[in-house]
């Protein structure tokens, strides 16, 4: 086992509390726990679904209203290139959910064939890291496509199994279910710290919230993406998936407003019911010894490059999500690094003071946060099903769909939306084959075989009327 250091506490919190001094012990069952809960902070980790990187309204997006989401942008860290790794299957939201609480990448989670040795020891997982670590643990989220084993190994699990028009309220139950457990813990005077993890069904579809937030919200004053497109301009090998089935083929602007705002809808209301969170905390006096880390378990297009889900690899499309951090140690900053969801993993480890499982792949983001260290990874690479494989650094993004035999290439730096592809110009072939092979590379690091090439590649070219 590692022990991750906790950085945000040693430069940030109390000298009092510090006197406090933390004492482990080893339990009967032979993991490390702590007598001593008050130097200890509690973690509140709300992992939304399907929610973009950029529906946040101070992260740019004027169009959304999300004034408590706001205030951890105001005043804590921003990450603005989190992604999660991959997906091999057409529900991204659920290897991003095992990566995110095993702490392993997408090839290696329980299930698929590069599992670990221990890949599905719950012990492994991190609600039970956190509770040999002294934590009480308490989950509350959506059923369908979650990793089960993973949420099954918090001490309380409660499952939101709202469908259709029950989903009005999902945003609503599970605030107030969390208010009455943080009311429970006040009133029983209850000592350990948590570990709530808050796993929302929604931005996802179908998009029904509470009339209020709907009302807030007029297709036609809503601003479409400038990768707004009405067709993906070729086949990316996973054309007829679900989620391109919720918009009509082609995409019209009429059509992609009207769901935004619907979007935008869920949205609010999370965000609402998420101050009502923030508020319990203050009441129960536990807002200021509280991390609050906000995240999406994918990002979404909505018309981006005419595309209506989260299996594609554009950075306003399926992979990049949100990442926030907030609360006592975590200073207001903003940081560009390239990181994965599984970071998360045992940045949170760290906040607990807990040991890492032996092969937890994520890497701690403290370091970035407190100064200490600028990035964790000179990489990012993600990963489609075997129809899509991108790499990028911090000015170039290839993305390459073995599908079809076919690559793109972008300046991500001067060009964030991905409207300009290099790849047809002559000049730029070194440039391609240097991406290639360090794509070549990660693949490796990260036990995907996946061919890059070939022999019978399907027709490039789509049409959204026939080709159904």
């Not at 086992?1 to 109390?14: E, G, I, N, Q, R």
């Not at 209203?65 to 706001?70: A, G, K, R």
């Not at 083929?249 to 019911?273: F, M, N, S, V």
């Not at 999500?321 to 969801?341: E, H, M, N, Q, T």
Request: hydrophobic letters at 35%.
């Amino acid at each position: 086992m590692k022990t991750v250091t906790l950085y945000a506490l040693l430069l940030f919190y109390s000298p009092l509390l510090w006197a406090q001094k933390t004492v482990s012990i080893k339990s009967e069952s032979g993991h490390t726990t702590s007598n001593d809960h008050k130097a200890k902070l509690n973690i509140l980790h709300i992992h939304a679904d399907d929610f973009k990187a950029d529906a946040i309204h101070l992260l740019g997006n004027k169009d959304v209203h999300t004034p408590n989401l706001d205030k951890l942008v105001e005043k804590g860290f921003h990450f603005s290139r989190a992604y999660t790794m991959g997906s091999m299957i057409g529900a991204v939201c659920l290897p991003s959910r095992t990566m995110l609480l095993t702490g392993r990448s997408w090839l290696r989670i329980p299930g698929q064939k590069a599992a670990a040795g221990n890949a599905s020891d719950s012990n492994t997982f991190l609600p039970k890291v956190m509770e040999h670590a002294g934590y009480q643990t308490w989950h509350y989220g959506k059923g369908g496509n979650e990793f089960i084993e993973g949420v099954k190994a918090f001490q309380t699990n409660i499952i939101d199994d709202a469908r259709g028009q029950q989903r009005v309220e999902s945003s609503k139950n599970l605030a107030d279910k969390t208010i009455e457990f943080l009311k429970t813990r006040s009133n029983n005077q209850e000592s350990s710290p948590f570990y709530i993890y808050l796993a929302p069904p929604v931005p996802h579809d179908p998009r029904i919230a509470e009339a209020k937030f709907h009302e807030m919200y007029q297709a036609d004053t809503i601003k479409l993406s400038p990768s707004f497109k009405p067709l993906h301009p070729f086949n990316n090998g996973d054309m007829k998936v679900r989620d391109e089935t919720l918009a009509p083929w082609p995409r019209t602007e009429q059509d992609t407003k009207k769901q935004l705002a619907d979007y935008y809808a869920c949205i609010t209301g999370l965000d609402y019911h998420i101050g009502r969170i923030f508020d319990a905390l203050k009441e129960s006096n536990q807002w200021e010894n509280t991390i609050i880390i906000f995240s999406g378990d994918n990002g979404l297009s909505m018309g981006d490059h005419g595309l209506f889900g989260k299996q594609n690899l554009y950075e306003f499309g399926g992979m990049h999500v949100p990442l926030l951090f907030f609360g006592p140690g975590i200073p207001k900053g903003r940081s560009d690094a390239l990181v994965y969801l599984m970071d998360v993993f045992p940045t949170i480890a760290g906040v607990g003071n807990a040991p890492l499982p032996d092969k937890v792949e994520g890497k701690s983001l403290m370091p970035i946060i407190t100064g200490k260290g600028q990035k964790v990874r000179e990489l990012m690479y993600t990963g489609y099903k075997n129809c899509m494989r991108s790499i990028r650094n911090e000015n170039w993004k290839l993305i390459r769909y073995p599908l079809i035999n076919h690559t793109q290439l972008f300046n991500i730096k001067e060009d964030p939306y991905e409207l300009n592809d290099l790849s047809d110009q002559s000049r730029k072939k070194g440039l391609i084959d240097k991406m290639m092979k360090l794509l070549t590379q990660e693949m490796a690091a990260y036990a995907d075989d996946a061919p890059l090439v070939v022999d019978k590649p399907l027709k490039k070219d789509w049409n959204s009327t026939t080709d159904k």
